[in-house]
């Protein structure tokens, strides 16, 4: 599995920018995903997960309200679109494709794998 991040760029606080995460994979519906991002000088962090029906998301505290994540199985994508983009939003975020669950990705399980990361920057 292969996946392809893009949407990033530099944005002002309070804006907005849609990530896409291209997958090649023959069936994305087999996956549960989601995105990580980090900050330099900062770990890795969990930002939101989808099932595998799209049924159910997840997101941490800090993006609630204001990211929403999404998956097309048909086009083998996953976006996360966000708004009211702040400061604290700025890093490199990665989207991830799992096999198990969506837990694996908000507690901190296995990921079977990576996307490359795609830089977000918010100027304030």
């Known amino acids: 599995v292969q996946l392809q991040a893009s949407g990033g760029g530099l944005v002002q606080a309070g804006g907005s920018l849609r990530l896409s995460c291209a997958a090649s994979v023959r069936t994305l519906s087999s996956y549960a995903m989601g995105w990580f991002r980090q900050a330099p000088g900062k770990g890795r962090e969990f930002v939101a997960a989808i099932s595998w029906s799209g049924g159910s998301t997840y997101y941490t505290d800090s993006v609630k309200g204001r990211f929403t994540i999404s998956r097309d199985n048909a086009k083998n994508t996953v976006y996360l679109q966000m708004s009211s983009l702040k400061p604290e939003d700025a890093a490199v975020y990665y989207c991830?494709?799992?096999?198990?669950?969506?837990?694996?990705?908000?507690?901190?399980?296995?990921?079977?794998?990576w996307g490359q990361g795609t830089q977000v920057t918010v100027s304030s």
């Open positions: 991830a494709a799992d096999h198990r669950s969506t837990s694996d990705f908000y507690r901190g399980g296995p990921i079977d794998y």
